[in-house]
């Protein structure tokens, strides 16, 4: 089973038309700025760790302090996440990564 | 029956059970594509089984647990750490390197650079960071095995790492990709299984009541409130600013390191499509994501119910003995020594799953990077790669097992974190450079993973890890430069200003393979399909 040898010429063709920029558009509009999102707030998290320990200490459910519920809440952000990114690539990235394969794929038959 | 023997018939059963896997997989194990990738006919909730059967280590079982018992909120902190990493897998990762690579994580960087300088440093840095981990697995298993089995004479841990070793050996040679994964979803299921169980019975002595178990572990540490806020292990006050950085510097090895950790990288080349593997590493960040819940009621559990021994400094006996606890607690005599033995079971398949994929993961990349690309420039057939990366896996082991008894009693559980940091620094600069950047070249591939290698190996020798502090690697001797214990905060912008000025100081860069990558990555355009039997 070998990879499949298409002329190279096709990929540059692939890549130069509007669906595939928009097809990468929509990828990387999505992918970068959360990705710089869940860094900074984890970042924040280890830093509050490291330098507010006392607001981290403050209790706010009897024993369940302020530092607890954050990292609980880095739980359920990136589960958010990662669920929120699935129903993206579902919508906005697979119908037009598919439609572009099926041409590529047709070109080069 | 004593909890020590019905722990060893328990992991048994757990022994003839994967060796049958293993034994069946190895008659469908033909092709490379079936050895290296199990024919990536795995599904997406199979494969996500297994990343977390691959992630969740001895280590994270026992070592979080334990770390949450002793130093509570500072163990929580590490394993959010872990979790947390898996959206740069996720959103960064997993899908583009299914669709552009075959067998390792060179694959991605050699498509369009010149193959035998950016597999040669792709192979070693594979092989290193597996080392380093497999090494402190293995060494981990011999403590465990005296913490469990109540066994104290040097030469039964040794025969214990012996007997992991070998049967690491056998999962990997014969069983491949098929039988590894296989392995994993089993041990997948059972720590998820024996955890939760012991997560319910603790919190039903609470009432459910998580303040209440806070509480109770709270007093029963005898530190006070300082038991659940920041700063009891990592970057104490007594440690001052250079502890806290330390604290950053770890964090970001975490969180960066997983999506570069090769043993982790080749678990996505398993399934069909890259949807597949989206789906995979979703049910992954659900898998692991609530296991470190459950290690928090655990080692918070451990801390309220249990006296951890002076001699246990890492905290590893801490979930044993809590089975053991709410076992009697809950059923008695009997149900404690019932519970012990399971989770003593559970922990032996635990390294033992990990160990083999760690295993499949270096000898895999020295067969088709090393052997197949750089020694025999792409002219071994199919056939002899496999056998390549089949004897190679019996050399890696042979050396894991002879490593791993010359490091017995070392407190080498900063190469873990020292494995997380050279992945971070070194080959996720590198892979997402060749996914993202257009200009990025061989000099720059080559040099951030050799940077980001280097760099971190350099910060450990002189670092209060390796000397110059009472838990030191080589004691009695002092030649450390500076207090940080994890290079990350300097290796990983390191990893990737080298891979930066590598590229901008060559002039070599490949338009057309670069435009065939992008295309083949965000479409799917020619990746590799699952074999069919």
């Known amino acids: ?109 | 029956m004593s909890s020590s023997t019905l722990s060893t018939i328990l992991f048994l059963t757990f022994v003839a059970a994967t060796l049958g896997i293993t034994f069946w997989a190895s008659r469908n194990t033909k092709t490379a594509a079936d050895y290296y990738a199990g024919g990536r006919s795995f599904t997406g909730v199979q494969n996500g089984l297994a990343i977390g059967g691959d992630y969740m280590s001895a280590a994270s079982f026992l070592g979080i647990a334990g770390m949450i018992a002793l130093s509570g909120y500072d163990g929580f902190l590490y394993s959010i750490g872990f979790l947390v990493a898996w959206l740069v897998a996720l959103l960064l990762v997993a899908e583009l390197m299914r669709n552009s690579g075959k067998f390792t994580m060179a694959d991605v960087l050699a498509f369009r650079m010149s193959p035998r300088p950016v597999r040669t440093a792709a192979g070693v840095s594979t092989i290193v960071v597996s080392i380093f981990y497999l090494l402190a697995q293995m060494v981990g298993a011999g403590a465990l095995v005296g913490l469990l089995l109540g066994i104290t004479s040097a030469e039964a841990k040794n025969w214990t790492i012996v007997a992991v070793g070998a049967l690491m050996i056998v999962y990997v040679v014969f069983g491949g990709m098929k039988g590894t994964t296989w392995v994993q979803i089993v041990k997948a299921v059972l720590l998820m299984g024996g955890a939760a169980l012991i997560t319910v019975l603790v919190l039903a002595k609470y009432n459910f009541n998580l303040s209440a178990l806070l509480g109770a572990a709270t007093e029963a540490s005898g530190k006070g409130a300082a038991f659940l806020e920041p700063g009891l292990k990592y970057g104490t006050e007594a440690q001052g600013l250079m502890g806290k950085i330390d604290l950053i510097s770890l964090g970001l090895a975490l969180v960066l390191g997983t999506a570069g950790l090769p043993h982790i990288l080749i678990r996505f080349y398993t399934v069909p499509t890259a949807k597949d593997a989206r789906k995979s590493v979703l049910w992954g960040i659900g898998i692991i994501g609530t296991f470190y819940l459950l290690t928090l009621v655990l080692g918070f559990g451990a801390a309220a119910l249990v006296k951890i021994p002076a001699t246990d400094t890492a905290g590893n006996t801490a979930a044993p003995q809590l089975a053991a606890a709410i076992g009697e607690n809950f059923f008695g005599s009997v149900g404690g020594t019932v519970l012990l033995a399971l989770i003593g079971a559970v922990a032996f398949a635990t390294i033992l799953a990990v160990v083999a994929g760690l295993t499949l993961a270096s000898s895999s990349s020295f067969a088709h990077d090393l052997y197949a690309h750089v020694f025999k420039k792409g002219t071994a057939t199919e056939r002899e790669e496999v056998v390549v990366a089949r004897v190679s896996a019996l050399v890696i082991g042979a050396a894991a097992i002879g490593l791993g008894i010359l490091a017995q009693g070392q407190n080498v559980a900063f190469l873990v974190a020292l494995a997380f940091a050279v992945a971070a620094s070194g080959n996720l600069p590198a892979i997402l450079y060749s996914l993202f950047w257009k200009r990025f070249n061989t000099a720059g591939a080559v040099a951030s993973i050799y940077g980001g290698l280097i760099s971190c190996l350099i910060l450990v020798v002189f670092s209060p890890v390796v000397s110059g502090s009472k838990t030191a690697l080589i004691k009695g001797a002092d030649f450390h430069i500076w207090n940080l214990s994890n290079p990350g905060i300097i290796s990983i912008p390191l990893g990737f200003f080298f891979g930066w000025l590598g590229t901008v100081l060559s002039k070599e860069y490949n338009a057309a393979k670069y435009a065939e990558i992008e295309v083949r990555s965000l479409t799917g355009v020619g990746a590799e399909k699952a074999t069919e039997h």
Request: proline share 2%; aromatic share 12%.
């Open chain 1, 1 to 109: 089973m070998t990879t499949q040898e298409h002329d190279a010429s096709v990929y540059e063709r692939v890549q130069q038309s509007s669906e595939f920029q928009e097809l990468k558009r929509r990828f990387r509009a999505w992918t970068f700025p959360m990705t710089v999102a869940f860094l900074v707030w984890y970042l924040l998290y280890v830093v509050l760790s490291g330098w507010a320990r006392d607001f981290m200490g403050i209790q706010v459910l009897g024993n369940i302090n302020i530092g607890l519920i954050l990292g609980l809440l880095q739980f359920v952000s990136t589960f958010l996440i990662a669920l929120a990114y699935s129903r993206h690539a579902e919508k906005k990235l697979d119908p037009l990564a598919d439609k572009l394969r099926h041409e590529v794929e047709e070109q080069t038959k």
